[in-house]
């Protein structure tokens, strides 16, 4: 069976996603232990509240190190939300820099609309995004979040959202993927995105390490 | 581009002893008619937006019913819920995220204890904290005056100081109830709930007084809410969620369809 390595490095509940992951057919197991990455098939990365707070978390938790070697070695990741936005270099919310394994700086929604976007929003698909795959244009999925990625980042590939601003709400690069809605929340639409990603995982070739 | 923005359409239920109180007319059978977890996944059928359950509970062990309660339901739909009621402390935020709600409301404590809005902001987040508002009209007209334990105790809070506090100690959403409307299904309080909407940044959620079609048009149009929550009408039976939402699309407004 697939399996998913759902990082358990203290960003909160994970029972929502572990759910979801098993309903799109993957054999989840939660870990909070960075040695499991070693024999896991695919990573998923949740995350929500405030980017340093989590970034910071995530610094302690071990699991930067081994993550970033199974990136190298094509292990499809999956980061959800604040797990999403920890990929890039950095957010207005907080002087804690990110990853860097995507290239844009998240930033505030301006005034004007409500902030939080908190809403069912659409997805315009933009390049090669896999774990869009089968999705109608009409597919809303559940935002919440104060920060975005902006459209002039560096990103390639994924779906734009427009909340008077546009921003990437997905994106994948090669083997790493990210969703700035939660598809644990987003009914038949996140369980597509799941099963997507499960599609790629099970398409992947065995990763010799 | 253009800005996508959505109505929310949402389902309240009250929970006592982790049980759904208030009959539920969808089950022909009667037992079935208070359990949560039933009725999460009918809501969810419905493709409703999202959900609330409110915890009426009085004592404490059936307040850790309430966790099974969020634990079995985040379990077995895909879809965001916000529990509230009882919630006194950012230890009670924690278990409740733990347990898989993703927003919390407070109401009553907050006013008691405004800190606890903030503690819960920089812990978890303004995305989970949600400020429910029970306001009544002022005798004199001049406003509103925010109330305790659903009506009975006026604090002397004025409505649109209150919501200024509250978001600035970091709530993320506020929902307000205006009890002169509430239960009495002639529709919700349009001025009480735009004045609000104006005088804040983060989304408005009107609650209270639900009855027909046209209500939940004329609060997400001249209310100004971002989205409307309601609990007898859709457990009656009046209406369903679809309803709604395939009305408020006729008439124009943008709300997420039914995906069939």
């Given amino acids: ?108 929604f301006p005034k004007g609309y409500a902030v939080p976007q908190m809403q069912w929003n659409t997805l315009q698909r933009v390049g090669d995004c896999p774990i869009l795959e089968g999705l109608t244009p009409d597919a809303m999925a559940y935002f919440v979040h104060s920060y975005y990625v902006p459209e002039e980042s560096g990103v390639q590939s994924g779906a734009l959202t427009d909340y008077g601003v546009p921003f990437w709400s997905v994106v994948s690069q090669g083997n790493l993927h990210g969703t700035q809605f939660h598809p644990e929340k987003s009914q038949a639409v996140g369980l597509q995105i799941l099963q997507n990603f499960r599609a790629l995982v099970e398409a992947q070739a065995p990763v010799s390490r | 581009m253009t800005a996508v923005i959505t109505k ?75 529990i509230g009621g009882g919630v006194n402390s950012v230890e009670d935020f924690r278990n409740l995220l733990l347990s898989g709600a993703d927003k919390i409301s407070v109401n ?52 649109i100081e209150w919501v200024h506090k509250g978001q600035e100690l970091g709530a993320g959403e506020i929902v307000l109830n205006v009890m002169d409307a509430d239960g009495t299904q002639s529709g919700f309080d349009l001025l009480a709930t735009r004045t609000v909407k104006e005088n804040v940044d983060v989304p408005v959620v009107a609650s209270g007084g639900a009855g027909k079609l046209e209500d939940f048009y004329d609060v997400l149009t ?35 369809g039914f995906v069939e």
């Avoid at chain 2, 002893?17 to 977890?37: M, Q, S, T, Y």
């Avoid at chain 2, 406003?143 to 334990?149: D, K, T």
């Avoid at chain 2, 659903?150 to 809070?157: A, F, H, K, L």
């Fill in chain 1, 1 to 108: 069976m697939t399996s998913a390595l759902l990082v358990d490095y203290g960003s909160g509940n994970l029972r929502s996603a572990a759910k979801a992951l098993e309903r799109a057919g993957f054999e989840v197991k939660v870990s909070s232990t960075p040695q499991d990455v070693e024999t896991a098939q695919s990573i998923v990365i949740p995350g929500q509240g405030h980017f340093g707070q989590v970034m910071t978390e995530f610094k302690q938790s071990g699991f930067e190190g081994p993550i970033r070697e199974a990136l190298q070695e094509g292990l499809p990741i999956l980061g959800i939300c604040v797990g999403m936005q920890l990929l890039f270099e950095g957010s207005e919310e907080s002087s804690m820099p990110g990853l860097g394994l995507l290239p844009g700086f998240l930033k505030k």
């Fill in chain 2, 8 to 82: 929310r359409i949402i389902p309240c239920l009250d929970v006592q002893n982790g049980r759904v109180v208030k009959n539920v007319k969808f089950f022909e059978n009667h037992r079935d008619a208070g359990n949560p977890l039933l009725l999460a996944q009918k809501y969810e059928h419905e493709q409703a937006d999202e959900l609330v359950f409110y915890d009426i509970t009085a004592s404490h062990e059936g307040r850790k019913l309430m966790l099974e309660v969020a634990k079995d339901v985040a379990e077995s739909v895909m879809m965001p819920l916000t």
């Fill in chain 2, 108 to 159: 009553s404590s907050a006013i008691r204890n405004p800190d606890l809005i903030r503690a819960a902001s920089d812990h978890f987040g303004a995305q989970c904290v949600v400020l429910s508002i029970d306001a009544k009209r002022r005798p004199d007209g001049s406003g509103w005056n925010v109330h305790l334990n659903g009506g009975r105790v006026d604090t002397g809070i004025d409505l």
């Fill in chain 2, 222 to 256: 001249a209310g100004k809410a971002d989205a409307a929550l309601a609990a007898s009408v859709f457990h009656f039976g009046m209406l369903t969620v679809r309803q709604v939402k395939d009305y408020l699309t006729g008439r124009g407004i943008q709300v997420r």
